[in-house]
């Protein structure tokens, strides 16, 4: 997420990103801008200054010292990237019992109907357990096959109890959510498959559930419905 900042300065949140991914995607940044030729001016750089929150650090302190890094990379020369080398991710490194992956529920996910809200939020829950399940599926296999076989079948709920509801609003892509659903049911029946011949890594539960599930559907196809739940605020008296 992009924000002006001042008159010339920017600030650009990352969720979920320490501060060494930060430094690539900063230098990633730097890179473009310093290669990218503006009619009017011509080719201009920038500096970066990278900082990633600590745990119970207000807002303010971290803006702080992403903008003291900031300066640093100007009073050092200019167009580089300088990096506050602190943050959560050193202390979730340091946690050998802490969960690796991890799908973070955002409240701006909320469409405002209950009903899939809810389902929604509890399948954060239930990918959450099996991808925890995954990392210790060796030492204890019918735990991976529980949590998998609870979230597939709410995922075939959830996407009937979505079609109906959509049906009911009389929305006009309705054809459009069913083939989506249709299409990721197939792919998570796949990987149930394939989990039980043993030929599935960790990695392609997550990519299915983080990219297509959560990414390029939840966040992107239900969008496309959201304005059929938004609250229309009560008329003032005059």
Request: proline share 3%; net charge negative; glycine share 4%.
């Amino acid at each position: 997420m992009l924000f002006r900042w001042g008159g010339e300065e920017f600030v650009v949140l990352a969720p979920a990103t320490s501060y060494r991914s930060a430094a690539s995607f900063a230098e990633t940044l730097r890179v473009k801008v310093e290669q990218h030729e503006i009619d009017t001016a011509g080719n201009i750089t920038i500096s970066l200054g990278v900082a990633e929150h600590i745990s119970d650090e207000s807002e303010n302190s971290c803006l702080q010292r992403a903008d003291a890094a900031m300066y640093a990379a100007k009073n050092g020369g200019r167009n580089r990237v300088v990096v506050d080398q602190h943050g959560n991710s050193d202390a979730w490194a340091a946690d050998q019992s802490a969960t690796i992956l991890h799908l973070s529920w955002h409240e701006s996910y909320d469409c405002g109907e209950p009903t899939i809200d809810q389902e929604h939020r509890q399948l954060f829950e239930l990918a959450n357990t099996l991808i925890n399940a995954a990392f210790k599926r060796e030492s204890n296999p019918h735990e991976f096959e529980d949590a998998l076989k609870k979230l597939l079948a709410h995922v075939v709920k959830h996407f009937a109890d979505e079609e109906a509801i959509l049906a009911r609003h009389h929305y006009a892509d309705l054809d459009v959510q069913v083939r989506a659903h249709k299409m990721l049911i197939e792919h998570a029946l796949r990987l149930r498959d394939a989990a039980a011949a043993g030929g599935v890594t960790i990695g392609e539960f997550v990519d299915f559930l983080a990219d297509e599930v959560v990414a390029r559907h939840m966040l992107k196809v239900d969008r496309e419905f959201y304005p059929l739940f938004k609250t229309i605020p009560p008329a003032q008296a005059i």
